[in-house]
């Protein structure tokens, strides 16, 4: 419960994507079920301190964040909510949507070409984010190392070319 409860807090945002505090959703679930709702216990819920919120509860909470209260009441219609909300925090980011709006008119060859730059660009970042040891200076590479748009389009060509041979 606590899962769901901080996916919806980490995916449902503002317009201007700051989260929701505590105190405003308590207040808000307190108008809607006129029952007692505190920011100290949603902070409770969220944390997995206390799991057993009544239904009138988790209503009102599935209400102001604008999903069915099926999202949890029900593991498969739960998890399948989870997944459409990943998509939609993804697709609030201007960024992301002007990238799915433009790639809605490539080809099947064109998506393959951008799903593979994705990926290696996804790699690459996740390596430079993981800590790496420091490989000695004198170990200068002999050639000239490529730009990373160069190894991003020769990892997508190359890939786009293995499917079109399968």
């Not at 994705?118 to 984010?129: G, Q």
Request: charged letters at 30%; glycine letters at 4%.
């Amino acid at each position: 419960m606590a899962e769901r409860i901080e996916r919806l807090f980490q995916t449902i945002r503002r317009p201007n994507r700051e989260a929701y505090s505590n105190e405003e959703v308590a207040r808000a679930c307190r108008e809607a079920t006129g029952e007692s709702f505190s920011a100290v216990y949603l902070w409770q819920l969220r944390t997995g301190r206390r799991d057993n919120p009544t239904k009138r509860h988790l209503e009102a909470l599935a209400q102001f964040f604008q999903v069915p209260a099926t999202y949890f009441f029900e593991v498969e219609s739960g998890d399948r909510i989870a997944d459409e909300l990943l998509l939609l925090g993804a697709l609030r980011d201007a960024g992301v949507r002007d990238v799915a709006l433009r790639a809605a008119t490539l080809s099947p060859q064109g998506l393959t070409t951008i799903s593979d730059l994705i990926e290696a660009i996804a790699r690459r970042e996740a390596e430079a984010a993981a800590p790496k040891a420091k490989a000695p200076a004198a170990e200068a590479p002999a050639t000239p190392a490529k730009t990373l748009t160069e190894k991003e389009s020769d990892a997508a060509s190359g890939q786009a070319d293995r499917r079109r041979r399968r």
